[in-house]
């Protein structure tokens, strides 16, 4: 059975265990495992960028991506029931040192003049807005319209802010957007 709830849920077949087990392995950090790169390259060419990296879990990713665009005491805005804050126990703050802003969203749309609203000033007092994290698909499965999302990456080119796009879901809402 195949259950798209997540990628963690579904059992591996007899077909996909033998892949494993037969699969060539060796040293990804020193690009020496052949099926590592051939991963990293498929995805980095499917995606349409210059390289991937594999991380054991989205969990992972997300922080990595957090800590890449951020620097600690900075702000990160996301809407209020969205992976990084629902499941995964605070990591943002622990790892990056920043401070998660929520927005109360339906079905994964933050309000575009909520996004704004919470962007921060300049204010000696205030933290840094330096990241707005999206999920395509939405963790409740629902998928962001390609236009609401070029509506936020307007909102982050007017403030220079980053955006992070937690994709655990990615391939799915590609498919229901045909894109």
Do not use: W
């Amino acid at each position: 059975m195949i259950d798209l709830r997540s990628d963690t849920v579904t059992k591996p077949t007899e077909a996909m265990r033998a892949a494993m087990a037969a699969a060539i392995v060796g040293d990804d950090v020193y690009g020496d495992d052949p099926t590592m790169n051939e991963l990293e390259n498929y995805a980095a060419e499917l995606v349409g960028k210059e390289a991937a990296l594999f991380v054991p879990s989205g969990t992972f990713g997300n922080q990595l991506c957090i800590l890449t665009h951020t620097k600690p005491s900075d702000e990160v805005i996301l809407s209020d029931d969205c992976h990084i804050i629902q499941h995964e126990v605070g990591a943002a703050g622990l790892i990056s040192g920043v401070q998660l802003r929520t927005i109360e969203c339906d079905s994964g749309l933050m309000p575009l003049s909520a996004i704004k609203k919470r962007i921060r000033g300049t204010d000696i007092h205030f933290p840094l807005t330096r990241l707005i994290c999206l999920e395509n698909a939405h963790g409740d499965g629902v998928v962001l319209p390609l236009d609401y999302m070029a509506s936020i990456r307007e909102i982050a080119d007017e403030q220079s802010i980053s955006i992070h796009l937690d994709g655990a879901r990615l391939f799915n809402a590609a498919t229901y957007l045909d894109t």
